[in-house]
Nanobody, 119 residues
Framework: QVQLVESGGGLVQPGESLRLTCTTS????????MGWCRQAPGKQRELVAG???????YYADSAKGRFTISRDNAKNTVYLQMNSLKPEDTAVYYC?????????????WGQGTQVTVSS
């Protein structure tokens, strides 16, 4: 069964760190770019960081310098290391394919993992 599962979210204070993990199954995830998106209440889902199958990375301006995306194809896993977290980073975080048609990507949205940054 082709799927992906996000984990690692939680409640942290401003300035702290979290590492999100996306565990995938299926060849389709190894050969495509993968991305971490987030959706805050009342806002649209936005791409935070992406990584190509070859390991090139790209980030939203809000994530540059604080977040690092990586992947381990041998473990079918994609990570998002988030440092210096801010209250505005509070959202549900999702991983999924990136740089593919939405008609393909929409088949794989998971439950996401909640990140809450609050003092």
């Amino acid at each position: 069964q082709v799927q992906l599962v996000e984990s690692g979210g939680g409640l942290v204070q401003p300035g702290e760190s979290l590492r999100l993990t996306c565990t995938t199954s299926g060849y389709i995830f190894r050969i495509n770019a993968m991305g971490w998106c987030r959706q805050a209440p009342g806002k649209q889902r936005e791409l935070v960081a992406g990584i190509t199958s070859g390991g090139s990375t790209y980030y939203a301006d809000s994530a540059k310098g604080r977040f690092t995306i990586s992947r381990d194809n041998a473990k079918n896993t994609v990570y998002l290391q988030m440092n210096s977290l801010k209250p505005e980073d509070t959202a549900v975080y999702y991983c999924n394919l990136d740089r593919v048609p939405d008609s393909l990507r929409r088949n794989y949205w998971g439950q996401g993992t909640q990140v809450t940054v609050s003092s």
